[in-house]
Structure formats: C-alpha cells, structure tokens
C-alpha cells in the first residue's frame, strides 16, 4: 500500500483508492471504445444527421462507461475488502455507508449533473440537426435555411436545383401495400421505384401514404419518419459522400411487410442531375397522368379504386366510362 | 388431493393452454393455402430462356379451396398443362423468363398510376393482345385489373382489365375461352435468391383500402420466384 492510499495513522484511505481505480479503468475503457468500436457504431457516416446522430451515441457511451465501471468498481471493492470474512466493520460498509454525507452528496450531484448535461446536449443536437432526421410533421420546428422556401416552390412547380446550387431538394416518399416510390418535384414530377439523391445536399423527405400506415427509414441516412395517409411528414438530412443505403419499412403493415425495402444511393451531384434528368424524359408518358404534384393524396377504402385521382370515376357506377372501347 | 396428484393436474392444464395458444396462432399463421413451387429447371438446358404461363382471375371459384370468391393468380403446370393454385416458381439464376399472363378480371383506375408504366422488362416493354406498350393510361378504356410486380427486380407490369359490364366475365377459374386479356413481356431473373411477388392494385374487394382477402393471404395476389443457380 502506497502513503496516497493511507492517512496519516495508516488506515487504508478507501475512497481514495477507488477513485484511482476507477479512474484508471475508466480512461482505459473510453480509449478502448473510441478506438475499436466508435467508428463502425451505426448508422454510420453517410449523412451529417447519421454523423451527428453515431457522434452523439459515442458521447453517450464515453459518459456510460465510467458510469457503469463506477458501479462495478465499488461493488467489486466492496465484496473484496468488506466481506464478512474480511473486515465488516470498515468505514464504508453497513451503517456507516449509509450516514456518509459526503458519498450521498456525491452521488447526487454527479448523477444530476450528468442527467442535466446529457438533456441539454440532446436538446441541442435535435435543434441543430433539424429534428435529427426524425419526421417532424406538416409544420416542421427546425428546418434548415432555404427549406421553406424550396417546399413552397416544390407545390407551384418551381423549385431548381443543380450541381452546386446549396438549394435544398425536396423529395416525395409515398408508401403503399407494399412498396416506396418516390417523386420528385424538382424533375418535373416524375415518380420512381428509386431513391436516389445527391451528396452534399440537404434533402427534405416528405412521407405521406396511400393506404395504411407505414415508416420510411433511411437506415445509413439516419431518416426515419412514419407515413400516414393524409399527412405530410417532413424529416431532413444533409447528405455527405456517395453512397449506398438501405430503405425499410418500420411499421408492421401486412403480409408483404417484410419485403417492403429498397436499396437508395447518395450519387454525386453531377450523377444524380444526369440520372434525374433522364427519368424524368423516360417516364414523361407516364408522369403526365400522375396526379398534380402535392403533399397528401386521399385514397378511399373503395376498393381498387382509391381516390389518387379525384374520385369522380368510380369503377362500380353506371355512370362513368368503364366498358367503353378498350384502345386499340 | 395429493401434491402428486396436483401437481400432474396443473401440469396437464398447463399443456392444454400451450397446445390450444399454439394451434390458434398457427391457424392465423396459415390462413391460406399452401403453395408449392412449380420447378422450371427440370431438364432446362444452361441459358435457354423459360417460359411460364400465370391467369388472373376475379373470383377463383370452389375448385380451388376455401375462399372462391376471393381473387387470384392461378400457374399453369408445365408438365401438365394444368392451371394450379400455386403462385411460386423456382426458376434457374440469370435466365430470360418469357411470361404470359391471362387476365380474366375487370379493371378501374390505379390508386398509383405509377404501377400503370411498364419497368424493369426487357427493352421495358410489354404487349396487350399482341401490340407493344410502354404505358397503359389506367383512366381509359377498361382500367387494370392487375400487376404483376417482382420489387427488388424493379419488375412492374399492369394487367389490363376486361370489360367490366360483360355477361360471361369469368367467376370460375380456371377460364378458358372466356373473354380475357393476354399479357406478354420477358424479364431475366438475375442472381440466385428468393425475390417476392406480387399484384400492386388494391383488388381484395370488401376489404378496407382493398389489401385484404386474397391480396394479404399468400398464393392469391403474390407468391415468391425461387432462384436457383
């Protein structure tokens, strides 16, 4: 035993020596975790939200470890130094643990400052990552700048976007049994099975459904937001490098649940301008009979007819077009 | 009672209360028919295309199970030439698979006009009674009945409805002569796997938003391409 683990009529100076061990292990444990493991914690890098998002994890686990190892540390000297068998009597055992001031102030303060600091600091990440990839609704609470904007023009059929630009793009995701499309308002509208969007661009996804619930997430982009029929949910993220990602559906919505997913790239910005502007030549024809562009569409519970159109021709009326000449 | 005799007693009861749980949840875990796979790589030479032949109908009729008024795919066997109730296939890797689909059912307007656009074929396209489209205009003429969609194959393909107001519109699969559509495209089947499919239009009748019945019971509206290497 060392004089710093004495005090000064030679009893072991406990308090001391548990904090040195804990010290120690705790330094040890966060280096180790910030070597080994924080790197690959998900969802990765792809988006500024998935960085900001795996940094603000590792925070939280840097601050746990120490947490952690001081309960285990002073369980662990307890049952070795103040076992039955050993010495019951010892300062910190039994009541006088129990009568300690100082071990009961400490306690709480370290436990409320902690709390304290990790409510602020999750506070702030959400603030600054614009709702931190999580759908924040129609109306969203923080939306980056020029947001606003890009979504108004997106309704009028005006928004612009081009390599280099910093204009934000918005992208539609629309659920259905049991798949995402996407459309995108900037390209003349058109609607596709692919996710695809530019890097170093922030991105407004706005989630809606055409029939029952379902969850758009963005798993490497760190996007998540639900998709309910007749609301607009708005989730951003700023995409960084290239990339490939994976969309799932998060929301139990039927027998094809499972299959409901999609591989999504981050292509760089003069990649994903071609690739755009080629779709939307390919699918002209088509995009031509979607419906205008617009934040919700209103299915019904019709049938196959559904509503995505305004529902004047219904199938099974006797006044509308069905039976007439099929084009030849 | 004995503690023996107690004990066996709650043992039993225990038992009971498994078995009944266990046999209700695989009741709702098999509401359907089981489908089998239809193999189209027996005697199939290496880079030779495949060809499979599927009907749709609106009503599958009481030749088929439990539910015949339900809607439904049905596969012709092609070691029999007969049409089956089972709507997956094992089919070799990479191969071109030349579909034909006879569609037998009424159409409407798509809830998603996106499924109305022909993808993921070869050269995109597909044919209706022999003539080539890119796109079908569900808000004209008979609407679409059906899709046939593989998902993770980009695969889409509306299947054109029949004329809804006709007096011999088929109720009993399998169809025959009865008045149909016929719907050809090729897709190739890429790498070993098991890639779902499915139709995309809401066709269970009577059911909310149209998703129920035959379209959320497997081997109706779906049913999965096995492929193989």
């Not at chain 1, 710093?4 to 904090?19: C, P």
């Amino acid at each position: 035993m060392t004089n710093q683990s004495t005090n000064s009529t030679g009893q072991v100076h406990h308090l001391r020596r548990m904090t040195i061990i804990w010290v120690v292990l705790s330094v040890v444990g966060d280096v180790l975790f910030s070597i080994f493991v924080a790197p690959h914690v998900p969802p990765g890098r792809l988006s500024e939200t998935a960085a900001n998002n795996q940094n603000t994890f590792n925070v939280l686990m840097e601050m746990a470890i120490p947490v952690l190892l001081g309960v285990w540390v002073y369980l662990s000297y307890s049952l070795i130094v103040w076992g039955d068998k050993r010495n019951a009597s010892a300062a910190f055992s039994g009541a006088a643990a129990r009568t300690n001031k100082t071990a009961q102030v400490s306690w709480i303060v370290i436990t409320s400052v902690t709390i304290l600091f990790l409510a602020a600091y999750g506070s702030f990440a959400v603030i600054t990552e614009h709702g931190s990839g999580g759908g924040e609704g129609p109306n969203p609470a923080w939306a980056p700048a020029g947001a606003l904007k890009a979504e108004t023009a997106a309704l009028v059929g005006k928004a612009t976007w081009s390599p280099g630009s910093k204009n934000v793009l918005p992208v539609q995701v629309i659920g259905q049994q049991w798949k995402f499309t996407y459309r995108y308002p900037t390209f003349g509208g058109f609607e596709s099975p692919q996710l695809i969007v530019p890097a170093d661009t922030t991105i407004a996804f706005n989630v809606t459904s055409l029939d029952v619930i379902h969850s758009f997430w963005a798993y490497q982009l760190d996007v998540k937001a639900d998709a309910n029929p007749g609301v607009n949910d708005v989730a951003f993220t700023e995409t960084k490098n290239p990339g490939n990602f994976i969309v799932r559906c998060s929301e139990l919505c039927g027998i094809w649940h499972g299959s409901m997913y999609n591989s999504g790239k981050v292509e760089s910005q003069a990649d994903f301008e071609n690739w755009a502007t080629t779709t939307e030549a390919a699918n002209a024809a088509n995009t031509a009979l979607l419906p205008a562009f617009a934040w919700t569409y209103t299915p019904d519970a019709n049938g196959a007819d559904g509503g995505y159109y305004n529902d004047t021709n219904d199938p099974y009326s006797t006044v509308e077009t069905y039976g007439s000449k099929q084009p030849s | 009672m004995s503690l023996t005799g107690r004990l066996s007693t709650a043992i039993g009861l225990f038992l009971v209360a498994v078995g009944l749980i266990g046999w209700t949840l695989m009741a709702f875990l098999h509401p359907g028919t089981d489908g089998g796979y239809t193999n189209y790589t027996v005697g199939h030479a290496a880079g030779a295309p495949v060809s499979v032949e599927l009907q749709s109908v609106g009503s599958i009729g009481t030749g088929y199970g439990d539910h015949p008024t339900w809607v439904s795919y049905l596969q012709k066997d092609p070691a029999t030439g007969k049409w089956i109730h089972d709507t997956s296939m094992i089919l070799p890797a990479n191969t071109v698979v030349h579909m034909t689909i006879l569609n037998y059912d009424s159409g409407s307007p798509l809830r998603n006009q996106e499924w109305g656009q022909v993808q993921g074929t070869i050269g995109n396209t597909a044919t209706l009674n022999g003539k080539s489209f890119k796109v079908y205009n569900s808000y004209t003429g008979n609407g679409v009945g059906h899709t046939f969609a593989v998902p993770s194959l980009d695969v889409s393909v509306p299947m054109i409805g029949v004329n809804g107001n006709l007096t011999n519109i088929c109720g009993q699969a399998p169809c025959g002569s009865l008045p149909h559509n016929t719907i050809t495209f090729s897709f190739k089947t890429g790498a070993p796997g098991s890639y779902n499919w499915q139709c995309f239009v809401p066709c269970g009748l009577g059911y909310l938003y149209g998703n129920g019945g035959g379209m959320s019971t497997f081997n109706y509206m779906g049913g999965f391409l096995k492929v193989v290497a």
